[in-house]
């Protein structure tokens, strides 16, 4: 496959992976707001091609009819198959961001907070309420063609849960059903990178793809390990995801390998 990158740090380190293993791949610049590259790609071969940047990137892989191009996901708490091994998935309060006004009550608890779609508009994190309603506020101020692509618009579905004390956090990458590197990224409030992972996180990570087999051909899941125990707390498009200290040849290896995949349903 030919890869293209957006540059980033990350993608300069993916990079590496690249030139190790003798992967072609070209670098582009994003034309704010409107989406195109510089400089243009020029493949003759569109069935053979992944990029890997911001999230937005996925409008132009559309476009173009790039494929893979860029591997979207279903919002991962819509899955029935892993609703019960979700970090506060039972009682979780979706609104958009219209409706935060009248539903929240401005009444000073937290909460952790992020989008339902695999869109990056706003990371996952812990927020106040009155912090809450003044990023409502701000958006709601904005007419909806004030707001540029990839940001918080009115209707934008957002997920509100309670917030957990969790004891570690990994990212794990699977691809073909499989999990192929992982990185631990949280430990307690201390935010470490290391290339390593219990082993009953694996195991979990393995159950929790092997439990939604045909989610996506290739992406991300984060798990935690909380005093209830191990808990899956998101999956991410793998296109967009940082990649902390996971074994990138690995990486690169297993998404090359993939070559053309069918379209997600979300491609459509």
């Known amino acids: 496959m030919h890869w293209l990158l957006q540059e980033f740090e990350d993608t300069h380190k993916l990079a590496e992976a690249l030139d190790r293993l003798g992967i072609p791949y070209s670098w582009h610049k994003v034309v704010p707001f409107v989406g195109d590259l510089i400089p243009e790609p020029d493949i003759p071969i569109t069935d053979a091609v992944v ?4 999230y937005t990137l996925w409008r132009y892989a559309k476009a173009r009819g790039y494929r893979p191009g860029i591997f979207r996901l279903r919002p991962f708490v819509h899955e029935k198959s892993w609703q019960p091994f979700l970090l506060n998935g039972a009682d979780a309060l979706f609104l958009t961001i219209r409706d935060f006004p009248e539903q929240l009550a401005d009444d000073g608890r937290s909460w952790f907070i992020r989008p339902v779609d695999d869109s990056k508009e706003e990371p996952g994190n812990v927020k106040a309420t009155d ?3 003044r990023m409502a506020e701000n958006v709601i101020a904005l007419k909806e063609d004030e707001i540029p692509n990839g940001s918080l618009r009115h209707d934008t579905l957002l997920m509100l849960t309670e917030p957990v004390r969790i004891l570690k956090e990994w990212r794990l990458w699977a691809i073909n059903g499989t999990i192929v590197t992982w990185s631990l ?6 935010v470490v990178y290391r290339h390593e992972i219990d082993e009953d996180a694996l195991q979990f990570a393995q159950e929790m793809v092997d439990r939604n087999a045909g989610y996506s051909p290739a992406y991300v899941l984060d798990i935690c390990r909380t ?9 991410n498009c ?3 995801a940082g990649f902390y200290a996971a074994n990138l040849v690995k990486l690169a290896s297993a998404v090359d390998g993939l070559g053309k995949t069918e379209a997600t349903p979300e491609d459509d």
């Open 185 to 190: 990224y949280k430990e307690g409030s201390r």
């Open 238 to 240: 793998i296109n967009a």
């Open 51 to 54: 990029m890997f940047g911001s």
């Open 227 to 235: 005093g209830q125990g191990l808990k899956l707390l998101e999956t």
């Open 131 to 133: 912090e809450i309603l």
